[in-house]
Nanobody, 124 residues
Framework: QVQLVESGGGLVQAGGSLRLSCAASGRSISNYNMGWFRQAPGKEREFVAAISRHGGGTTYADSVKGRFTISRDNAKNTVYLQMNSLKPDDTAVYYC?????????????????WGQGTQVTVSS
């Protein structure tokens, strides 16, 4: 089993940047594809980005493509989400998740382990 803890959220103005981190413990994240999801108030959880076990493959939601970058450092057992050109619509709680399937997954139900989330608020 793997435990995930997100950090790096906060309040930022539109156009600004934040870097989220997801620190894992219990097992090496090299065993998992990793994903980021977000949930805004009153909305369903949505996929943001995912990265394969050794970083060779990534996929992004259209809404963040070109602005967000997912990366991982398996030696540090940590996954990152670099968020640039932030918009008020990016305001949400951001969650890190781990998936032990072979292919990158974009549906939350395909992920096995979740962190508690970190709040990102983008002011206009």
């Amino acid at each position: 089993q793997v435990q995930l803890v997100e950090s790096g959220g906060g309040l930022v103005q539109a156009g600004g940047s934040l870097r989220l981190s997801c620190a894992a413990s219990g097992r090496s994240i090299s065993n998992y594809n990793m994903g980021w999801f977000r949930q805004a108030p009153g909305k369903e959880r949505e996929f943001v980005a995912a990265i394969s076990r050794h970083g060779g493959g990534t996929t992004y939601a259209d809404s963040v493509k070109g602005r967000f970058t997912i990366s991982r450092d398996n030696a540090k057992n940590t996954v990152y989400l670099q968020m640039n050109s932030l918009k008020p619509d990016d305001t949400a709680v951001y969650y890190c998740a781990a998936d032990n399937m072979l292919q990158l997954a974009v549906r939350g139900t395909q992920y096995d382990y979740w962190g508690q989330g970190t709040q990102v608020t983008v002011s206009s």
